[in-house]
């Protein structure tokens, strides 16, 4: 999570399952889960029995650390999902997808979502043309999302762009790789945003 001193690689023991915070690495040899798949700490290894609100907490505390925020963002994000007509859990996680930092990191053109929030913070996309450093910015049907010259030479994108041909790019995307280009087709459904979570658990959390 952003802001968090601690490694990533707990935060996955810590929810039983790979979160992907450290992009490519996660899938290789290294990635602590593959050797630590239990709890931090020296209790990891117990076998607990959680109550309905412990695991309605595991559910959000989950789609935080999957999408790298903080519990005030996510409240606000609930809180606006809320709002609109439709199944709440559904549209909260359509907008946290439609971040741009997320939609940077779908769309092949960084490692992890981590990594795509400092490119966005460092000023290295433009939007429709004009340039935004929110990792918070919500995407809209049709938007654009242009790499900056200076990124498009870097180590880093190479990389994505060779790993894009082995990579499964989400269908709500239109990326151009000579372009360095993503375009956000349309907004997604919950099935194909495909995640491991149970959205409707962060619903009853919230509405306690």
């Not at 609100?53 to 595991?58: A, C, K, S, V």
């Not at 549209?91 to 940077?104: I, K, S």
């Not at 929030?117 to 809209?140: A, C, E, M, Y």
């Amino acid at each position: 999570m952003s802001g968090s001193s601690n490694s990533v690689c707990r935060l996955c023991r810590r929810e039983g399952m790979k979160l992907f915070l450290k992009g490519t690495r996660c899938e290789t040899d290294k990635c602590a889960f593959e050797r630590r798949g239990y709890a931090p700490g020296q209790h990891g290894q117990r076998r607990r029995k959680d109550t309905e609100y412990g695991l309605q907490l595991r559910e959000k505390q989950k789609v935080k650390r999957i999408y790298g925020i903080r519990e005030k963002q996510f409240r606000r994000f609930f809180a606006e999902a809320s709002r609109v007509k439709g199944r709440t859990g559904e549209v909260l996680l359509q907008n946290l997808e439609r971040r741009l930092d997320n939609a940077l990191y779908r769309s092949g053109f960084a490692e992890s979502r981590r990594q795509a929030r400092q490119v966005v913070k460092h000023g290295l996309v433009t939007i429709n043309g004009k340039k935004v450093d929110i990792p918070s910015f919500q995407l809209k049907p049709g938007t654009v999302i242009t790499l900056h010259e200076s990124y498009r030479t870097s180590a880093t994108v190479k990389r994505c762009v060779e790993a894009m041909q082995k990579r499964s790019i989400p269908t709500w995307f239109e990326v151009d790789p000579v372009a360095f280009t993503a375009t956000l087709k349309k907004i997604p459904t919950k099935e194909e945003i495909a995640l491991p979570v149970q959205e409707q658990l962060i619903v009853e959390l919230y509405s306690k």
